[in-house]
């Protein structure tokens, strides 16, 4: 099999117009590495799948799948990790945009380090603000109660207080974690060969932590590299999918709570933990309904 360097996956919903945008910024800057760009389209209905035929399968190394249902995110990646050629696997989301080198000098620094099986970088708000998912830890029932409630936002310096999101150490410095975004995860084949492809228990949430969590247990590092950024429009496919995506978010936290926190605590203190998921998110979904052009629960 030929190989390259990287391979770009897409998993594209009807975000035509963000994903052009963001294969024309990995073109742009992408100069110093060999990569294919896998598109994965899950069932759009915005001629998505036209526009990638029209302006880029002419491309060397640019492929799409077209699915007639929506996958999810996990799903979908899996079929792109399933014929990538690359040395390492770029998750990257369609509602971005490169800047500059990011995607080469995040490449370099993966393959520099033995131990290092995944990478993020930083990532940004269309503001320029940092956006706190791109460097996580996997959170203990107290860590989302802080953040849920809003008590680690009102302290972002406390490191007791802000441990999921680490508002109290420097986005400029590098950082081993527990997850960073899957808006923009480069992993190395070598990792996926270890622990298997994503999780697809998980439709578009908590997948990637989930990842992240099993490369670590593999003996991989993951670390945070603030050696460039990227622009993430958040959030425009939950838009979309309004209460579906919010009963998918908090239905990741039962999933990804079974899997990591359940046999750390006893029989009623899960229940506890269960009726609080359900009672927030049953005030979501209902607050969805009340705004339908709002959103509730977007990924990261």
């Given at each position: ?5 990287l391979t ?7 975000a ?13 800057n992408?100069?110093?590495i ?16 036209k526009?990638?035929?029209d ?11 077209e699915?007639r ?9 899996n079929?792109?990790i ?8 770029l ?13 080469d ?12 099986g ?40 406390n ?18 974690v ?7 995860l ?12 994503l ?8 997948e ?5 969590m099993?490369?670590?247990k ?8 603030p ?5 993430h ?5 939950s ?9 998918e978010?908090y ?10 926190n ?5 029989f009623?203190?899960?229940w506890i933990?269960y ?26």
């Amino acid at each position: 099999m030929l190989k390259c360097d990287l391979t770009i996956i897409i998993v594209n919903w009807n975000a035509r117009e963000l994903l052009k945008n963001c294969l024309d910024s990995i073109y742009k800057n992408v100069k110093n590495i060999t990569f294919e760009i896998i598109v994965v389209d899950n069932n759009s209905t915005d001629e998505s799948c036209k526009m990638l035929k029209d302006k880029y399968m002419d491309r060397k190394g640019f492929k799409l799948i077209e699915n007639r249902d929506n996958k999810g995110f996990a799903g979908a990646n899996n079929q792109g990790i399933g014929i990538a050629k690359g040395e390492a696997i770029l998750l990257l989301n369609p509602d971005t945009i490169i800047n500059g080198d990011v995607i080469d000098r995040i490449y370099e620094y993966l393959i520099s380090e033995e131990n290092l099986g995944i990478a993020g970088c930083k990532v940004l708000n269309s503001d320029g603000t940092l956006q706190l998912a791109c460097r996580r830890m996997a959170p203990r029932p107290k860590d989302a109660f802080f953040k849920l409630f809003g008590i680690s936002k009102l302290f972002k310096k406390n490191k007791s207080l802000t441990r999921y999101n680490l508002t109290h150490v420097s986005e400029d410095e590098f950082l081993d974690v527990d997850s960073v975004s899957g808006c923009f995860l480069m992993i190395k084949r070598e990792v996926i060969d270890k622990i298997g492809f994503l999780d697809e228990t998980f439709f578009m949430y908590g997948e990637e932590m989930d990842w992240c969590m099993r490369a670590k247990k593999a003996g991989y590092i993951v670390r945070y590299c603030p050696v460039g950024t990227i622009i993430h429009y958040k959030g425009e496919s939950s838009k979309q999918l309004g209460t579906k995506a919010t009963y998918e978010f908090y239905r990741a936290m039962i999933i990804f709570y079974n899997k990591y926190n359940k046999e750390d605590n006893f029989f009623l203190f899960n229940w506890i933990v269960y009726l609080g998921i359900f009672l927030l998110g049953l005030i979501a979904i209902i607050k969805n309904l009340l705004t339908p052009n709002g959103r509730v629960g977007t990924k990261g």
